[in-house]
């Protein structure tokens, strides 16, 4: 980790793409380093994007957050403050930081708003407070802050791997952006945010009957992504997503309390692919903890399947995303 001269880097902007996860994580082995019950696999996307700009100046009297034009609610403004504290002691300054932040998609949907958001505060922060972290160091700083974050450090295809410790549990690039062209198509169903925080659904994770039994799994299942994403296996991949998506949300409705993220366009939609591939159209379905849907196909299909989504009264816009790159810096402040 090298430090930089904080009088020549006070302000710095990030932008950071949301990520897919072909394998999820649920419930954490640490609540405090974030650290998860399971490894997992995904794929950053060309446009679920947060730019986030941060300056530290001795103007500042206490720390300021804005996102998408306004104030936050009081939790989510210390959690950013938090994560600014982190960086602070790394760093060894006090100044008060003003982070202004903005997200091109929904927040709070399941679309993994927090991943793009904690990566691109994370990049950021260190950058404006002087310090120079490696990848691995960013994943795990980004990891604290939110943990599905740590894969939006690198691009392309990712693995979060499954250490025990913070130093073990971060996110590595397996395949570069153009490794494969397929997408994931979005179908945002619903615009406003999720009674309950994947953060707070986390911990009554253990709770479901059948926890157990999906840890004892999932090493393998890993494995065996990766293995389908070197070979560009769409179908069985898609298969594989399809049924991870459906064991996910079975340990949130088993748990307690228990957790029910979809709305009935979520629903209609699931039913809906299942037709659209009958009629010869390869799309599978995978849903994060929200209602908003993420569509998978070859990049040849997409128009094929937008078409499709196009006549669904409940989808409320489409957002088209081929593999896309981490999360980097950039020259366009916001402030």
């Known amino acids: 980790m090298k430090v930089i001269d904080l009088e020549r880097s006070r302000k710095a902007t990030a932008v950071a793409p949301s990520n897919i996860a072909f394998t999820k994580c649920w419930g954490k082995k640490d609540e405090i380093l974030r650290l998860p019950e399971n490894g997992s696999i995904s794929m950053c996307l060309s446009n679920l994007l947060t730019t986030t700009t941060v300056e530290f100046s001795p103007k500042y009297t206490r720390d300021e957050v804005i996102i998408n034009g306004g104030g936050v609610e009081e939790g989510e403004a210390q959690r950013v403050i938090k994560h600014l504290d982190r960086v602070r002691k790394m760093a060894k300054i006090s100044l008060k930081a003003k982070v202004v932040s903005k997200n091109n998609f929904p927040i709070g949907t399941g679309l993994s708003s927090s991943a793009s958001g904690f990566a691109a505060l994370t990049l950021a922060t260190s950058k404006a407070a002087g310090l120079d972290l490696s990848e691995k160091e960013l994943s795990i700083l980004t990891r604290q802050g939110s943990g599905s974050a740590c894969r939006s450090i690198p691009g392309g295809f990712v693995e979060w791997l499954d250490g025990d410790t913070s130093e073990t549990s971060y996110a590595v690039s397996i395949f570069p952006p153009d490794h494969w062209a397929i997408c994931d198509v979005v179908a945002i169903v619903s615009e ?25 799994h999932m090493k393998e299942k890993d494995k065996l992504v990766k293995q389908l994403i070197k070979e560009k296996n769409f179908k069985s991949l898609g298969e594989l997503a399809e049924a991870e998506a459906l064991e996910l949300h079975a340990i949130m409705l088993t748990q307690y309390p228990p957790l029910i993220y979809w709305t009935p366009g979520t629903l209609k939609i699931m039913k809906l692919v299942s037709h659209w591939r009958a009629e010869g159209i390869p799309v599978y379905f995978t849903i994060n903890t929200g209602q908003d849907i993420h569509l998978i196909c070859e990049q040849k299909n997409v128009k094929k399947v937008v078409n499709k989504i196009k006549s669904i009264k409940e989808v409320k816009e489409i957002i088209v995303n081929n593999p896309g790159e981490g999360t980097r810096l950039s020259q366009n402040h916001l402030s």
Request: glycine share 8%; net charge positive.
């Open 192 to 216: 406003g945010k999720k009674e309950v925080p994947t953060s707070v659904g986390h911990k009554a994770a253990k709770s479901s009957p059948f926890m157990s039994i999906r840890l004892s």
